[in-house]
């Protein structure tokens, strides 16, 4: 691999990575099960969740 080729191959990988950031996010964030046991709880005070259900 000559030299132009390497330096243009690493400048495409780092711009790849760049766009790749600054894209929006597809996936929700994750939350975690006793987090949206505590939510629940909040949201509905009255009543209780038993995370065995």
């Known amino acids: 691999m000559?030299?132009?080729?390497?330096?243009?191959?690493?400048?495409?990988?780092?711009?790849k990575k760049a766009s790749?950031?600054?894209?929006?996010?597809s996936k929700d964030k994750y939350i975690s099960k006793a987090d949206r046991l505590k939510l629940a709880a909040e949201d509905n005070p009255d009543t209780i969740v038993s995370?065995?259900?």
Not at 3 to 15: D, E, Y
Request: glycine share 0%.
């Open 2 to 15: 000559n030299r132009r080729k390497k330096i243009n191959q690493l400048l495409k990988a780092n711009a």
């Open 20 to 25: 790749a950031k600054l894209a929006p996010k």
């Open 51 to 53: 995370p065995e259900s």
